[in-house]
């Protein structure tokens, strides 16, 4: 009997940053894709700016459970590595992404809050780095193209935020796609 082909990943992020968004968003363009992928959201007694959890599973096989342990574990926020051990969140050999311009070598650094910054994506003071580090996410994983993740934008984004979040999200999946090729 062999084993199914699933991938897990967990999103680490500050409440009201978008983390289970983004997870919804890559499930919807796994699935534009033709795969199979569920977006698993954690509620509890978050706050704004409590760190979060969201959860993705893209696969041959979908189970209902939490997931406890990821392939890959993308941070939206790179203070969070100095406030928890982030790398408890990974299976071995995970690949860790993390909203930052600090360099370290267990970690894909991207820094999303500078793209966010550069096309406007500010709410409440906030910059909104969720759907670039999703897009940094599937260039890393290489699971999800650029393409279907330009298609689901407009399903998750108001309109008139939905063409600086498609250059947000070009220019976070080049970045990202140039560190694992130098990488």
């Known amino acids: 009997m062999s084993k199914l082909l699933v991938y897990e990943v967990i999103f680490l992020g500050r409440g009201g940053q978008g983390a289970v968004t983004a997870a919804q968003l890559l499930a919807y363009a796994a699935a534009l894709e033709g795969k199979k992928a569920q977006a698993l959201p954690e509620f509890g007694a978050e706050r704004r700016g409590a760190i979060v959890r969201a959860y993705l599973r893209i696969g041959e096989a979908l189970l209902h459970s939490s997931i406890k342990r990821a392939d890959y574990v993308v941070v939206l926020d790179g203070r969070i590595i100095e406030q928890i051990d982030v790398r408890q969140y990974g299976k071995p050999g995970a690949v860790y992404i993390v909203n930052t311009k600090t360099q370290a070598d267990w970690y894909v650094p ?12 500010v709410v409440a003071g906030w910059t909104v780095v969720n759907l670039i580090m999703a897009a940094a996410f599937a260039a890393v994983s290489g699971l999800i193209s650029l393409e279907s993740i330009i298609k689901a934008v407009p399903e998750y984004v108001p309109r008139k935020y939905v063409d600086a979040n498609v250059k947000a999200v070009i220019e976070g999946y080049e970045i990202a796609k140039r560190l694992v090729k130098v990488g």
């Open 110 to 121: 991207i820094d999303a809050t500078s793209i966010a910054l550069k096309y406007g994506l």
